[in-house]
């Protein structure tokens, strides 16, 4: 499975960001997907992910602003960033699991303040 993360990029506080995973190779529809983020001197966190039949998970700092959603077809995976804080500013993650972890390789979020 290869990730392929899009879309980031330098945005202001209160602005909007949508970044996206592209999914390649053997891919499962029931895979649960998600995002994580790390930010300078941080530990990567989770910030969303979406598992099979669609439960989505939201950390408790993101919830009410960033929607998670996946196109099956597109195999694509998304992140729909709102209300964009100056803390928000990490790298960004794509994360694929099913028997197995497969990583993107990151796309940068910048929140100025």
């Known amino acids: 499975v290869q990730l392929v993360e899009s879309g980031g990029g330098l945005v202001q506080a209160g602005g909007s960001l949508r970044i996206s995973c592209a999914a390649s190779?053997?891919?499962?529809?029931?895979?649960?997907m998600g995002w994580y983020r790390q930010a300078p001197g941080k530990q990567r966190e989770l910030v969303a992910r979406i598992q099979s039949g669609g439960r989505t998970d939201y950390a408790d700092s993101v919830k009410g602003r960033f929607t998670i959603s996946r196109d099956l077809a597109k195999r694509t995976l998304y992140l729909q960033m709102n209300s964009l804080k100056s803390e928000d500013t990490a790298v960004y993650y794509c994360?694929?699991?099913?028997?197995?972890?497969?990583w993107g390789q990151g796309t940068q979020v910048s929140v100025s303040s």
């Open positions: 190779g053997s891919t499962r529809s029931n895979a649960a």
């Open positions: 994360n694929y699991h099913w028997l197995f972890d497969a």
